[in-house]
């Protein structure tokens, strides 16, 4: 009686790579809930827009290189850049920004390097810098947050993702976000910007620092479901941190701002845990990870201190991803066998 | 003792031990036939020395060690051999193996047995020879003869004998249950291993899922000096290389074997099948092996007859063929799926696993990899199995080698935590196949440039070697053709005149000629025009020089690998042919003159 025969091993865990991206797009759930309620519904708008144009142009992708176009959409990988993307840009962005980010994340970046696994950037932050380039203007028209008493009413909303707000009413209702305001800043201490501004919350900007910890928390979440390790998040949030206070002086107007400042500020715990922990683009070794997550964490600082954008999370990923081949090769690990064996105990008892 | 190192990696599968281990070990019924493939041990098939229709005793060899690396086969039960011939054998490869076929007479009368009791007073080399000759192997898996890994060099200083008693393996019992049950074996045994290697270290590593084998095996070491160590449970613990590092923090050299840092591994059952052998004088005939798996009624461990059909086994424990999805010969993560139930069991046969569909579902279609490192964390080598998938896809064998892939072992770790399910290991046993294969055809392309040379050198050699005979009989020609000449020249006064066609009469004329040539006389022979017999001569000889010339062009083209090499080997027999044709010619004028 012939029975089938197939290869070894012939158990395999659970987990897939179809439930690896789920659980992340779970764990981006309180960050959204966190970004809505202190940013209005334009981030909902950014995430369906994202959504639907990700999954439209995946399917045209994988149909244009004759793949099956079911078995690789249900990888919900193209959802995760749709998230991730979405959520990085300025709530209620119109939706042609949208579509230009993900038409550079998703065809650029992904599909025209060979398709999932084979990126060597992180599409969504492909997509991310590519917009701020091209339209600075819309990519800074950050809305204010609820605290500051002009959120951005539904209407309002649905009326910029459409694009039909006349530009003076985005101006009207555009802020500058905690980052911008510490960097355009030269003449007062730190703490009386504090006063002024009604952006700022406690510690990281008004809205800002709930929604770092939301992103936090779903980080910790897919840590503990081992979905990555600790190495690389750790490593680039303990850089930002270091980097931040040997760079604080305790609140004068040069001041770059305290760690816990850069730590709830701005992308930091989104990228930390949602983008640096990217397998495909991120370094593979546990030593690898490390190097690759401090390097981040320190051009992150760098570049929000000196630099000339409103966030550098983006820019700092994009610039490790392409040296993620040269950490690999500098950091394999020693394999069982090789050098430091020890020896027989010569003598004999 | 505490195991002293934990080795990189490691997964978590689930276990499944308990179902097997309900009930005590059975004694498996008397197949109608016993396969025994020639070939159930690393190295050379044994040699059969039985012939079909004969009758054999329980324990009788019927297959003796063919090479130093071999390993004898006996008579599971007294019976008629009635064939030797191909039948399908538990491999891998899935093929066919020469085996013995017995026919049981259900009689198990025994062969005389050589039991030795007091094995303490033999000498090394008899105890060698005892355990070689009962045809034992390792029984956990590998199957390497346990008398040639026993016998180290008396160089190799071996201070730590190490029992493998982890059974990592989901679902596999064996050990387990044997030590349960005969544990005063186990430690015989390793007592007559210790006598053997003389190590200052004994250690039995078991995995801590086992606590009633724990408990009877720290019974019968009692104060022995074999000491049991519990590791955590944690796959591949069980693999020599793995359980070494554990229980030494020493790690077997790339490439080396244990024995190059002291250490010697041994299976438990191999244990026991040394007791067997040297104090009951009983050889290796029979194995303790898992049968399980949920299409299987009653899961259990057997003592099994080597040759016992698989199909046999499982009809014991009530195997629904219907509802079983595939069988596998070992375990879950390094067994491998057989097409056929009618294989028999082995030496190495230590789990026939019969899952059904549901137990074990078959992989879902390979998704991309995307570098999540789970397989990297979960390697036990501590490779790197992402980056040698990637490698072996694009077939960039210098680097696979570069990544170290004959480090892997095989284990299937990366491969189970894998979320896009890519067949890993496949992938590397297809590229070691393939990294191997192009290394033999390099040796083979090696020895052919060898050959070549050699048979160059050999033929310049002949060439010389002709050439010489042929000067040295041009040169016996000619002396002989002169002292005939000078012979000729004294006897002519004597001589009767010929008529002209005489040959003598010619030789005369032409020894004038010569004669006339040499004195400055030049009317005879100078003014005349060269004879036809001078023409052929001539002729061979520059056909001669040409040809050699030709032959020496050739050759230097074939080594350099000229694209004129062909062209000049025609030229070689078109010149072949006419000095030939030449040499016929000055035979013809020969006879003529
Ligand atoms: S576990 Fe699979 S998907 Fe993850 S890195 Fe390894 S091969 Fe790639
Ligand atoms: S099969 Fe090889 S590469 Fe995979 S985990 Fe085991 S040793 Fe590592």
Redesign the pocket.
């Known amino acids: 009686m012939a029975q089938q025969t197939l290869s070894s091993p012939h158990l395999r865990g659970a987990l897939t ?1 179809a439930r690896v991206m789920q659980l992340v797009l779970l764990a981006t759930v309180p960050g959204i809930i966190a970004l809505t309620w202190h940013f209005g519904i334009g981030t909902l708008l950014n995430l369906a827009w994202a959504c639907s144009f990700a999954v439209a142009l995946e399917a045209a992708m994988l149909r244009l290189r004759k793949r099956p176009i079911g078995f690789y959409l249900s990888d919900c990988s193209a959802l995760v850049t749709a998230v991730l993307l979405a959520v990085a840009l300025p709530p209620a962005a119109p939706w042609w920004l949208i579509a230009v980010g993900m038409l550079a994340a998703i065809v650029f970046a992904k599909h025209l390097y060979g398709g999932m ?1 084979y990126n060597p950037f992180n599409p969504a932050m492909v997509g991310y810098v590519v917009l701020l380039i091209s339209f600075p203007v819309q990519m800074t028209a950050w809305v204010p947050p609820r605290e500051s008493g002009a959120l951005l009413g539904a209407m309002e909303a649905i009326q910029r993702s459409l694009a039909l707000a006349p530009q003076a009413q985005i101006d009207a209702v555009t802020m500058a976000t905690p980052l911008d305001l510490l960097r355009q800043n030269s003449a007062l201490l730190i703490e009386d910007l504090w006063q002024q501004n009604p952006q700022f919350g406690q510690w990281g900007g008004a809205g800002w620092e709930w929604v770092n910890l939301a992103f936090l928390a779903g980080g910790l979440f897919l840590l503990q479901r081992r979905i990555f390790t600790w190495h690389a998040p750790v490593a680039m949030l303990a850089a930002l941190g270091l980097m931040a206070a040997l760079f604080y002086d305790g609140g004068s107007s040069a001041s770059g701002g305290s760690p816990l400042f850069h730590w709830l500020s701005g992308a930091t715990m989104l990228g930390a845990f949602f983008i640096v922990t990217d ?1 495909v683009t991120s370094a593979v070794s546990t030593r690898g990870k490390l190097i690759y997550g401090a390097a981040i964490g320190v051009l992150v600082y760098l570049i929000r201190h000196w630099g000339n954008y409103p966030d550098a999370v983006a820019f700092a990923v994009l610039l490790l991803n392409f040296a993620a081949p040269f950490i690999d090769y500098y950091t394999q690990p020693r394999v069982y066998g090789h050098g430091a064996t020890r020896p027989a105990e010569r003598e004999k008892s | 003792m505490k195991p002293l190192a934990t080795f990189h990696g490691g997964i978590h599968p689930p276990e499944n031990k308990a179902q097997s281990t309900v009930l005590p070990i059975a004694g498996a019924s008397l197949p109608d036939e016993l396969v025994l493939p020639l070939s159930q041990h690393i190295g050379a098939p044994a040699r059969p020395c039985v012939e079909p229709g004969q009758q054999v005793l329980k324990g009788e060899c019927i297959a003796t060690a063919a090479t130093a690396i071999s390993a004898p086969l006996h008579a599971p039960t007294s019976g008629t051999i009635s064939a030797i011939e191909e039948r399908p054998v538990p491999h891998p490869s899935g093929g066919t193996g020469l085996c013995i076929v017995i026919r049981p007479d259900g009689e198990q009368r025994w062969a005389p047995r050589h039991a030795c009791a007091a094995w303490q007073d033999l000498p090394r080399d008899q105890l060698l020879a005892q355990i070689r000759a009962a045809g034992i192997v390792g029984l956990g898996g590998a199957g390497f003869p346990t008398a040639v890994k026993a016998g180290t060099r008396p160089d190799r200083i071996i201070d730590t004998l190490i029992i493998n008693a982890a059974e990592c393996e989901p679902y596999i019992t064996a050990d387990d249950m044997l030590m349960r049950e005969r544990a005063a074996a186990v430690v015989s045994g390793i007592e007559i291993l210790r006598h053997l290697v003389q190590p200052a270290t004994i250690l039995i590593g078991i995995e801590d899922n086992k606590p009633e084998a724990i408990a009877a095996l720290q019974a019968a070491t009692g104060n022995s000096g074999i000491q049991v160590v519990t590791i955590p449970t944690l796959y591949p613990s069980g693999g020599e290389k793995q359980l070494i590092k554990i229980l030494t923090a020493r790690e077997v050299p790339s490439g080396g074997l244990p024995a190059d840092i002291g250490v010697l591994c041994q299976n438990v059952g191999t244990a026991v099948a040394i007791h067997d052998a040297v104090v009951e004088g009983r050889p290796l005939i029979s194995r303790i092996t898992t049968v399980t798996g949920a299409s299987c009624q009653q899961p259990r461990n057997y003592e099994v007859l080597i040759g016992t059909p698989v199909s046999h086994l499982l009809a014991l424990a009530g195997w629904d063929a219907k509802r079983c999805d595939r069988l596998i010969i070992g375990g879950p993560m390094m067994g491998f799926s057989v097409p056929d139930a009618a294989v028999p069991v082995v030496k190495t046969t230590n789990c026939i696993l019969a899952p059904t569909r549901e137990e074990l579902p078959p992989p879902p279609p390979a ?10 964390e979960a390697c036990p080598a501590s490779l790197l ?2 980056q040698l ?1 990637w490698f072996a896809r694009s077939g960039e064998h210098d680097k696979l080698e570069a990544h170290h892939l004959f480090d892997c072992i095989e284990c299937g770790a ?1 491969s189970y ?4 399910s ?1 067949p ?1 290991v496949q992938y590397y046993r297809a590229s070691k196949a393939e990294i191997r294969h192009k290394q033999r055809e390099r040796e083979q392309a090696e020895r052919a440039r060898q050959r070549f040379e050699a048979r160059q050198e050999r033929m310049a050699r002949e060439a010389a070697e002709r050439e010489a005979r042929r000067q040295a009989r041009a040169a016996a020609a000619a002396a002989a053709q002169a002292a005939k000449a000078r012979a000729d020249a004294e006897a002519r006064p004597e001589a009767p005149i010929q008529p002209a066609a005489d040959p003598v009469q010619a030789a005369i004329e032409r020894a004038r000629a010569l004669r006339a040539g040499q004195t400055g006389d030049s009317s005879a022979a100078s003014s005349t025009a060269p004879s036809p017999r001078q023409q052929a001569e001539q002729k061979v000889s520059t056909l001669e020089a040409r040809l050699t010339k030709a032959r020496k062009r050739h050759e230097e083209a074939v080594a350099g690998g000229e694209k004129t090499a062909a062209a000049l080997a025609s030229v070689v027999e078109k010149l072949e042919q006419q000095l030939a044709a030449a040499r016929a010619e000055l035979e013809t004028t020969e006879e003529q003159t």
């Not at chain 2, 990899?369 to 397989?375: K, V």
């Not at chain 2, 935590?417 to 896009?420: E, I």
């Open positions: 790579t696994g397998p | 998704q991309a990899c995307i570098r999540c490192g789970l397989c990297a199995p992402q998938y990366c935590v894998c979320p896009s890519i890993l």
